[in-house]
Structures are given as C-alpha cells and as structure tokens.
C-alpha cells in the first residue's frame, strides 16, 4: 500500500462546476500537508498548504482531517485553467516529503 | 522563484553511457533533492543532500550517484545509463523558513536512454 494515496481520475468537468479531491495517508507521525498543481510537461507548483483548521484560496478550499487521515481540495467554479494534475505532499517531522501520483483534472467549455 | 535551473533540459543518450545531470541553485539552499516522475509511480525520491559533501540515499538510488562539492551546485549521475532510468528528473530545494518547510522543483530535465 503506497503512503499517500490519491483517486487518479481522471476527472472531466464542465466549466463552473465544483470538484473535490480526496487523498489518504498513513503515516500518523505526518506533520504537514500540500496541495500541489502540476500542468503537463511541468514542474510541480505549492498550490497551497493545508491547515488542521482549513484554509481558503480564493476559489480553492483545503481540509484536513488527522483523525481519518485525509486531506482533500475544493475547487468552486472551475474554469478552463484549472485543468491540470494536483498532487497531495505529506511532510513528517524529519522533513521527509511524500507525494500521491496525482489526480488528473479536465474542465471542458 | 526559487532560483533553480537544471542542466541538460533534454538528452538522449545510449544505453551504457554516463550521464550527469546537474542543479544549480542562487539561494544557498542546504537542502536539496532529485526526484524522478514516472507514469504509476509519481515522483520518486533518488538521493538528497542536507549540506556541502553530505548526502544520503533516497527511495531508489539504486544505478544513480550524486555529489554537491558547492553549496548551489547538486550533481546526479548515472553511471551507466539504463532504458530503466529514461525519465523525468526533477531537482528541488526545501525552503527552511517557509510554512512546513514547502519544496520547490526546478524545470525538470527529461532524458531519453536508447
């Protein structure tokens, strides 16, 4: 079973629509937590940090809930630019990063 | 911008030659990284290096050695290339101040072993 484990979609939307996606962990000793947004042929970008208490980006919303060991994204109102990968990273204490393989997203017209 | 920039960009190469791919950084950076990113398996940790001269293995660092003799400079190379090892590589640095320490990639270099 991989560390982190993400739904790889892919996920095709209509523009305007809101999609979440979930990503699991198991190792409790995680400390912190990422979204990143990987277009293709790219470099992975932070998308951005999750908090214990969730955080919001604009049309982006971040949770994570320790005691099920998941974390997921929300994004409202998709729009064509968004159509990207989205990686969940999960950090421990010693500074170890892992990386889910992506979840592929699609925002049509 | 974390000031990162990864040398070759691109390279095809023949089985059984060396390679070296080289990271180089403007920030002094003492964390640094090689990833690789392949299809089903995400990205996957090579080597690190948490210091000049000090380095440590990753999750598959099995065909793959690195050196860091300068702060901003992080070499891997492989040391007879393998069909195995055409993929992307991806260099990062970890910002020690940012919240949760965040890693930050450089353009990556795709390589090609024929």
């Known amino acids: 079973r991989k560390e982190v484990e993400q739904d790889p979609g892919p996920f095709n939307v209509p523009e305007g629509a809101t999609v979440a996606f979930n990503c699991t962990y198991s190792?409790?000793?995680?400390?912190?937590f990422f979204w990143y947004r990987q277009d293709c042929r790219k470099e992975p970008k932070l998308l951005m940090s999750?908090?214990?208490s969730g955080n919001e980006d604009g049309r982006f919303t971040a949770q994570l809930n320790r005691a099920s060991q998941y974390i997921s994204l929300l994004i409202r109102d998709s729009k064509l630019s968004d159509s990207a990968t989205y990686l969940c990273?999960?950090?421990?204490?010693?500074?170890?990063?892992?990386f889910g393989d992506g979840t592929t997203l699609t925002v049509k017209p | 911008d974390a000031g990162i920039t990864q040398s070759p960009r691109h390279k095809v190469t023949e089985t059984g030659t060396p390679v070296t791919l080289r990271c180089h950084q403007t920030?002094?950076?003492?964390?640094m990284y090689w990833y690789r990113q392949d299809p089903g398996h995400g990205l996957r940790l090579i080597h690190y290096?948490?210091?000049?001269?000090?380095?440590d293995k990753g999750e598959v660092s099995d065909g793959y050695s690195v050196s860091r003799s300068k702060t901003e400079d992080f070499l891997l190379t492989l040391e007879s290339a393998t069909s195995s090892q055409t993929s992307v590589y991806f260099c990062?640095?970890?910002?020690?101040?940012?919240?949760?320490?965040?890693?930050?990639f450089g353009e990556g270099s795709w390589l090609t072993v024929v």
């Open positions: 990062a640095i970890r910002l020690p101040l940012s919240p949760g320490n965040t890693i930050y």
């Open positions: 190792n409790s000793a995680s400390q912190s």
């Open positions: 999750v908090y214990s």
């Open positions: 990273v999960v950090n421990t204490n010693a500074g170890k990063s892992t």
């Open positions: 920030e002094n950076h003492r964390y």
């Open positions: 290096s948490y210091g000049v001269k000090d380095t």
